[in-house]
């Protein structure tokens, strides 16, 4: 069974402070590794697709790095509206269907 | 370009009763995924349906169902409602593995 664990569970930093959000995956043919950000009472908001061990994807202040295991989200100087649940999900297994297997994600409060 | 469009946003059921929840996915996508998401929980997969066909399915029992029309669009069925059916309740379209998520329906089974 696919499982996806997430750490810490929450997370609070002030403005400026850096930091990483850990995503632990144990997945049976990784076909992709996912991270989407949630505000409260809203969808997800899809943030990046990450394929294979050692691709890294940026934008703005967020970097994402994947590696045979794990997954990190790389905050660089976030500001208050960084402030969110990041959700990281994976897809594996074949056939052709896609169905997520999500963390239950890392609460982040940046403090101004 | 709209993008995944869910309704209604909000729904108050009863125990026993039955709900119909509706998709619209984004433009050029063909395929429709619905989660639940419990309170401080992370999304849990319910069904993904493409070609108007059911493709997979999680751990879900058969009080859910659903259909997908033509136009791509989706609708989620949950039948004698538990109070432990009372979530968020997202939909996600693609076209290739990047899903992408509606507003959800919160659901709330008094």
């Known amino acids: 069974e696919d499982q996806v664990t997430q750490s810490p569970e929450a997370l609070r930093l002030q403005e400026g402070e850096s930091s990483s959000l850990n995503c632990s995956y144990t997945?049976?043919?990784?076909?992709?590794l996912f991270w989407y950000r949630q505000d409260p009472g809203k969808g997800p908001e899809f943030l990046f697709t990450?394929?294979?061990a050692g691709e890294e994807k940026e934008k703005e202040r967020l970097k994402a790095t994947l590696t045979k295991k794990e997954s990190f989200l790389h905050i660089t100087a976030p500001k208050p509206e960084d402030s969110a649940t990041y959700l990281c999900a994976a897809l594996g297994g074949g056939g052709g269907a896609d169905g997520l297997t999500f963390g239950k994600g890392t609460h982040l409060i940046i403090q101004p | 370009d709209a993008g995944v469009t869910q309704s209604p946003t909000h729904l108050i059921k009863t125990r026993g009763q039955q709900v119909t929840l509706r998709c619209s996915p984004k433009?050029?996508?063909?395929?429709v995924s619905w989660y639940q998401q419990a309170l401080g929980q992370g999304p849990q997969f319910i069904f993904q349906y493409y070609e108007e066909e059911e493709r997979q399915r999680g751990n879900f029992p058969d009080r859910f169902s659903g259909h997908q029309f033509p136009n791509y669009s989706s609708e989620l069925n949950v039948n004698a409602l538990l109070l432990g059916d009372s979530a968020l309740y997202l939909c996600?379209?693609?076209?290739?593995?990047?899903?992408?998520f509606g507003p959800g329906t919160r659901l709330t089974v008094t």
């Open positions: 433009s050029g996508h063909d395929t």
């Open positions: 997945v049976s043919g990784l076909r992709g």
């Open positions: 996600a379209s693609s076209w290739n593995s990047e899903q992408y």
């Open positions: 990450l394929y294979s």
